[in-house]
């Protein structure tokens, strides 16, 4: 099984709302991300999770609350957000640096489509 | 991580080979190069990576110069189902055992548009 799987597809979400973003692995990968994605930009990462332990956060506003229940699941918290804060959330794993090889490919979800109106 | 300069868009007719090129004219000694592509509407999906050697793989075939300030993918058979945005990322490789996670700083990448 080399899927990851993000729930919901698509959620619209008024600013003051508190929703959810669900992401699965089960590759047996310790190294969990989350990326954000406006129209016709490049993912941009927002967290890493290294053994179920947040491991960078690149500046993103309180509003976005990761969690890491177990090494197979990825939540991504939603409160009070912003009209531009829609954008395609995208959720990827990797096995984490190790053995022979010192990259590991990262594998991403479909993404989740938010609208926040 | 260096920075990569990738053309914005380019064609191909299907069943020929696509060349897509990527600078990185300031990538240091121990950066691997990485393409990636991502088909509308899914996520980016890991398409090859090399350090200096010529690298292939069942997907593409990526070709570093020797001086290592740019690369080359190339589909050697173009389908309409490669069309996507191809981003050549570089990084430093983390060091094997270090139990460290991939960080990953996509451009702007080329779209790449498949035709029959």
């Known amino acids: 099984d080399t899927e990851v799987t993000q729930t919901p597809k698509h959620l619209v979400m008024g600013m003051t709302n508190k929703k959810s973003l669900k992401c699965e692995q089960h590759?047996?990968?310790?190294?969990m991300y989350w990326y954000k994605q406006k129209a016709k930009k490049p993912p941009e990462l927002m967290f890493v999770?290294?053994?179920?332990?947040?491991?960078i956060n690149e500046s993103v506003p309180s509003r976005f609350s990761p969690e890491c229940p177990n090494s197979s699941l990825l939540n991504l918290h939603l409160h009070a957000l912003q009209p531009e804060d829609s954008a395609l959330y995208l959720c990827?794993?990797?096995?984490?640096?190790?053995?022979?090889?010192?990259?590991?490919?990262?594998?991403f979800g479909p993404g989740t489509r938010l609208t926040v109106l | 991580d260096a920075k990569t300069t990738q053309p914005t868009s380019m064609d191909c007719a299907e069943g020929r080979a696509a060349n897509l090129p990527c600078n990185h004219s300031t990538i240091s000694g121990n950066e691997y190069v990485y393409w990636y592509r991502q088909i509308h509407s899914q996520g980016p999906q890991y398409i090859i990576h090399g350090l200096k050697n010529n690298e292939t793989n069942e997907m593409a075939s990526l070709i570093i110069t020797e001086d290592r300030k740019s690369s080359t993918l190339i589909l050697p058979h173009a389908t309409l189902r490669d069309t996507a945005v191809y981003y050549c990322i570089v990084r430093v490789a983390s060091a094997a055992n270090t139990g460290t996670a991939s960080k990953l700083t996509f451009g702007t990448g080329t779209r790449l548009q498949v035709t029959l």
């Open positions: 590759m047996g990968h310790r190294a």
């Open positions: 999770y290294s053994y179920e332990k947040l491991s």
């Open positions: 990827a794993s990797s096995r984490l640096a190790g053995g022979r090889s010192s990259y590991n490919e990262q594998f």
